[in-house]
């Protein structure tokens, strides 16, 4: 089933989260681990970050520095079939233009396609880590290109233009939006413009950056109503689990804290403390979504499985 139609399936607001690939030297219990913690919650769907190489400069035996490219996390292809076959759940890799050419993404089509793994979240990806080597010629610049890829993938088209038999099962697939703007947009707007663009070129739902005012989240819906887009739109939510988060989460993701949220985390005296503030904030601002009919909730669990463990006991 694609992800529109698990999400429509019942009446009541669908659960789904994301994990991510465990380090290079772990095996899959470990994602087994949390996906167990959470799986009494019946998610609709599991999605798989998918992580581009990175070169660093290690030190050798004669003094000498030699630049390395190192994987620190397996592939989602893999993780993805497994995660499927032992826990029935659809899982949904993701797949990102950034460090990846456009024949890594064919062959991981292919791979995909073999393994009955028929839904994706398709992705820019963060450019921030990437060296010169890996910005390759071939490669998918923006999520529309990578979209275009799949799209031809699924009519039996090739990257260097031949032809195949078209799957009986084509990819289905959601994009991501972005309710406080995305870093590279200059309006929100341009970033309406373009999700809109995505939906009419197959995209068939949409996930949001994570948030923590329900308010941004609502208007930005009310706002793509309005320009035509009708596809789902899930909310994204990251339960805050340190401290520090609330200096470093809108750095990174340009997500704002509300004042309210804000002032208990700068009363907490610790991380303890502030994941106790991160549950009860996750969980009346998911009451308030599912009060308004969001589709879905989408959680955002990393290093977070124990607190979207209690804040799913409440609403679900």
């Known amino acids: 089933m694609t992800v529109t139609e698990l999400i429509n399936k019942n009446n009541k607001t669908a659960f789904s989260f994301e994990i991510l690939p465990p380090l290079k030297g772990n095996n899959i219990e470990k994602v087994y681990s949390i996906i167990d913690k959470l799986i009494e919650f019946d998610p609709q769907y599991i999605n798989i970050t998918t992580h581009h190489s990175e070169y660093l400069d290690q030190e050798m035996s004669d003094g000498t520095v030699k630049r390395i490219n190192i994987r620190k996390r397996p592939g989602s292809v893999a993780i993805a079939a497994s995660i499927q076959h032992k826990y029935n759940v659809t899982a949904i890799p993701h797949m990102i233009c950034k460090g ?22 398709l992705l820019q990806g963060d450019s921030k880590r990437l060296a010169p080597e890996q910005v390759y010629p071939n490669r998918n610049e923006y999520a529309m290109d990578l979209q275009n890829q799949v799209n031809n993938f699924n009519e039996g088209i090739a ?5 195949f038999e078209k799957n009986s099962t084509p990819f289905s697939y959601g994009m991501a939006c972005y309710p406080e703007i995305h870093e590279d947009a200059p309006d929100l707007e341009s970033d309406i413009y ?12 949409f996930v949001t950056q994570m948030f923590f005012d329900n308010q941004k989240y609502f208007s930005f819906v009310d706002r793509c109503r309005q320009e035509g887009i009708t596809k789902p739109i899930i909310p994204g939510v990251k339960p805050i689990v340190l401290k520090n988060q609330l200096e470093v989460l809108p750095k990174i993701f340009r997500s704002s804290i509300p004042e309210e949220l804000a002032s208990e985390l700068r009363n907490c005296k610790n991380d303890d403390d502030a994941k106790v503030v991160g549950v009860e904030w996750g969980i009346k601002q998911c009451k ?23 804040i799913a006991k409440e609403i679900y």
Do not use: C, W
């Open 194 to 205: 373009y999700m809109k663009k995505k939906e009419e070129n197959g995209a068939e739902y």
């Open 288 to 310: 308030e979504l599912i009060s308004h009919g969001v589709p879905s909730i989408h959680f955002y669990s990393l290093m977070a499985t124990e607190s979207v463990r209690r």
């Open 159 to 163: 990257i260097d233009g031949t032809r």
């Open 100 to 121: 990846f050419s456009q024949e890594e993404t064919e062959y991981a089509l292919i791979d995909l396609n073999f393994l009955h793994v028929h839904n994706l979240l």
